[in-house]
C-alpha cells in the first residue's frame, strides 16, 4: 500500500471518541478523551507525479512514472515540500505562467550545422561553446537518507562515491519510503548525474529556435549525441540554450544493499609481552628506550593500558594500536659473520598468533632496512621467509649482528624470542638512564606479566671495529681501529661516522698469561712503547678496545696477535 502523510479536518459537530465500555456519563465526565488522525492511502505504490500534484495542490504537474512507497511532504512552502522529490529524482521542470511542469517536446530536435554561432545584427559569435566545471565543483561521494520499511521505517543511509580523488562529500535527505537496494540505485544515479553535468555547452541558434523549451531534448551534432535543454534564453532575436548530457538508455546503476554481517563473539587469550632491549640505530634514539611488543593468538586486537615497573616506581602507558609480530624458535641458529649475507644458515621461527604472515626482500629493500628483526639477543635481517603452515616460517639470506649485536651471534638456543622490529607494532617507552641494571616488569589488568633486566643497550657505543696492529724496528706496537657509533648507522661516503658522545675516549686492554696492560686514549689509534710489552715474554696476546661512552662503556672489540 502507498501512502503519504496528509490531514483532515475534523466536522464543527464531531465529539470525541469513546470506548463502548464507557457510559455516556463518564465521557460527559471527561474520564477519557482520545485524539485520533487519519492517514491517506492509495493500494499501489504512488508515482512521484502524483505526489507534486497532490502535495501542490495542483501546481505541479509532473508525468514522472517512478514510484515510491511513501513520501513526506512537508516544509513552509510547496517549494520546500517538493525540492526533494525534483533534485533526487532529476526531473526537468519550468514555469510556463500557469504550472511547473516538463517540456512537452516528446521527440529530439535536430540542430544544423548551419544554425549554430547565430548572432544579432551580425555579431560573430563561437558555433559551440563548450565548458567543464573543476572537480572540486561537484561531489566525490553522495549520502541520501530516507524511510526503510525494514527497518520499521527508521532512517536508512544509502552512499555512494565517484572513483575520483577529492573530499567535497554532500548529504541529500529525501523523505520518501524506499528499499534499501531502491536507495542504492537511485543515490548511484544522482551522483552519476552530477559527474555528467558538469560538461556543459551552450548554443546560439537562430529566431526558428525560439519554440525550445528547458528540458527538451536536443541532437546539436556533438559527443555525446544527446543532450538536455537546462535554460533557454531569448536574446534579441537569437534563442540562446544552455545544455548538460542527456541520460543515455540503460544506463542506470543499479545498486546493491549488501547484507549485514554480524560481529562473531572471541574469546579474548591471554596476552604475551616481551621487552626488547637492544641498540636502537633503526630509531635514530638517544634515549634509554625499551620496546613493549605484545601479541594473542585471538583474532581481534586493540590497544591495552599497560603498567610498567622498575626500582620501585610505577608508570603507565599503552600497548602499540597493532599486533606485534611476536613469536619464539623452533630451531637453534649457528654462529656466522656479519660481513657477508649469510646463505648457509636458517632459523624457523612459529608466530603466537598464526594468521600473521612475514614476506620475503630482495636485496635493495635488505639495505633499506626491511624486515629487521631481534632473535634472542641479535638483530638480524631475513631475505627469504619461506611458510611452512600454521604461524611457522624458515626465514633464511640473512645479515647477522645488526645494530653492533656480534657478541649474541653465537648464543642462539631453542625457543628464543623472535620480533618483527615494525615501530608500527611497538610500544617504545623511555626509561630514566640511572635504571640500568635495574628489572624491568611490565603487565596488564588481566595480570600478564614480563620481566626482564634493563641493560640500556640503547645508551652503549658500538664496539669499534677494523682493529690492525704492526711493529716498527723499534719494536714498538701501533693499534688502529675504526669507530663506529650508536645514531650513524647509515653509510655516507667519504664521511665519519658521528660521535654520538661528549667526547671521544677508548680503553685498550693487551692481555696474556703472563702479564696485562690497560690504557686510556682519545683518538683510534695507540703506541705502545717496546718496553712496555717486555713483561708479555713471548707467544700471543689479546687486545679488547672499548669505546667509552656518556653513560656505559662497549662491548670490547678483541684481536689476538703474535708477540715479536
Known amino acids: 500500500m502507498g501512502w503519504w502523510f496528509g490531514r483532515k479536518s475534523a466536522p464543527a459537530d464531531a465529539r470525541p471518541f469513546v470506548p463502548a465500555w464507557l457510559n455516556n456519563d463518564a465521557a460527559e465526565e471527561g474520564f477519557a478523551r482520545f485524539m485520533t488522525f487519519e492517514v491517506i492511502a492509495d493500494a499501489a505504490a504512488p508515482a512521484v507525479g502524483n505526489i507534486l500534484a497532490d502535495a501542490s495542490g495542483g501546481a505541479i504537474s509532473s508525468d514522472a512514472a517512478q514510484t515510491v512507497s511513501g513520501y513526506a511532504a512537508y516544509g513552509r512552502s510547496i517549494a520546500t515540500a517538493a525540492e526533494p522529490l525534483v533534485s533526487c529524482f532529476d526531473l526537468d521542470l519550468f514555469d510556463d505562467g500557469s504550472v511547473m511542469r516538463p517540456s512537452l517536446g516528446a521527440a529530439p530536435v535536430s540542430i544544423g550545422a548551419d544554425e549554430l554561432g547565430s548572432g544579432a545584427d551580425g555579431q560573430k559569435e563561437p558555433r559551440v561553446q563548450r565548458e567543464q566545471m573543476p572537480v572540486r565543483a561537484v561531489p566525490s561521494a553522495l549520502r541520501l537518507t530516507y524511510y526503510d520499511p525494514a527497518r520499521d521505517f527508521q532512517t536508512g543511509e544509502a552512499r555512494a562515491t565517484a572513483g575520483e580523488a577529492g573530499s567535497n562529500e554532500v548529504q541529500q535527505e529525501l523523505p520518501a519510503v524506499l528499499s534499501a537496494h531502491d536507495a542504492k540505485t537511485l543515490v548511484q544515479q544522482m551522483l552519476a548525474t552530477r559527474w555528467s553535468a558538469r560538461d556543459r555547452v551552450t548554443l546560439r541558434l537562430p529566431p526558428s529556435r525560439i519554440g525550445l523549451e528547458p528540458g527538451s531534448v536536443v541532437l546539436p551534432g556533438i559527443a555525446p549525441d544527446s543532450w538536455i535543454a537546462e535554460k533557454c534564453v531569448i536574446d534579441g532575436l537569437v534563442t540562446v540554450l544552455e545544455l548538460r548530457p542527456a541520460p543515455r538508455p540503460g544506463s542506470t546503476l543499479l545498486g546493491e544493499a549488501g547484507r549485514i554481517v554480524e560481529s562473531s563473539d572471541i574469546v579474548e587469550a591471554p596476552t604475551t609481552f616481551a621487552l626488547i632491549d637492544v641498540p636502537m640505530g633503526h630509531v635514530q634514539s638517544s634515549d634509554a628506550t625499551i620496546l613493549i611488543a605484545s601479541s594473542s593468538p585471538s583474532e581481534g586486537w586493540w590497544q591495552r593500558p599497560l603498567t610498567v615497573s622498575a626500582s620501585g616506581q610505577t608508570f603507565t602507558t599503552a600497548s602499540a594500536a597493532r599486533k606485534s609480530e611476536l613469536g619464539r624458535a623452533l630451531t637453534a641458529l649457528a654462529h656466522a659473520e656479519p660481513y657477508l649475507i649469510d646463505e648457509a644458515n636458517a632459523v624457523e ?40 603452515g600454521e604461524g611457522r616460517f624458515r626465514l633464511g639470506r640473512l645479515l647477522r649482528a645488526r645494530g653492533g649485536t656480534e657478541w649474541a651471534a653465537a648464543g642462539h638456543s631453542v625457543g628464543e624470542l623472535f620480533c618483527l622490529l615494525d615501530l608500527n607494532s611497538l610500544r617504545p617507552f623511555a626509561l630514566p638512564a640511572w635504571f640500568r641494571g635495574s628489572s624491568v616488569t611490565i603487565s596488564d589488568r588481566n595480570g600478564c606479566t614480563e620481566s626482564t633486566t634493563f641493560a640500556a643497550h640503547a645508551l652503549k657505543p658500538l664496539p669499534p671495529s677494523n682493529i ?62 717496546a718496553a712496555d710489552l717486555m713483561a708479555f715474554g713471548n707467544g700471543t696476546a689479546t687486545i679488547g678496545v672499548r669505546q667509552v661512552g656518556d653513560w656505559a662503556a662497549s662491548r670490547p672489540a678483541q684481536l689476538t696477535f703474535n708477540l715479536p
Not at 354 to 381: H, K, M, Y
Not at 475 to 487: A, P, Y
Open 349 to 388: 621461527i612459529e608466530l603466537i598468533d598464526q594468521r600473521q604472515w612475514l614476506t620475503s626482500c630482495d636485496d635493495d629493500a635488505l639495505s633499506e632496512g626491511v624486515n629487521l628483526a631481534v632473535l634472542g639477543s641479535e638483530v638480524v635481517q631475513f631475505g627469504e621467509a619461506t611458510p611452512l
Open 468 to 529: 690492525a696492529v704492526s711493529f716498527n724496528a723499534q719494536g714498538d706496537l701501533t693499534i688502529n681501529w675504526t669507530r663506529r657509533s650508536r645514531v650513524g648507522f647509515a653509510w655516507l661516503d667519504e664521511v665519519d661516522a658521528p660521535l654520538g658522545e661528549s667526547r671521544e675516549q677508548y680503553w685498550v686492554t693487551i692481555a696474556n698469561p703472563a702479564s696485562d696492560l690497560e690504557i686510556a686514549t682519545e683518538q683510534p689509534m695507540l703506541v705502545i712503547p
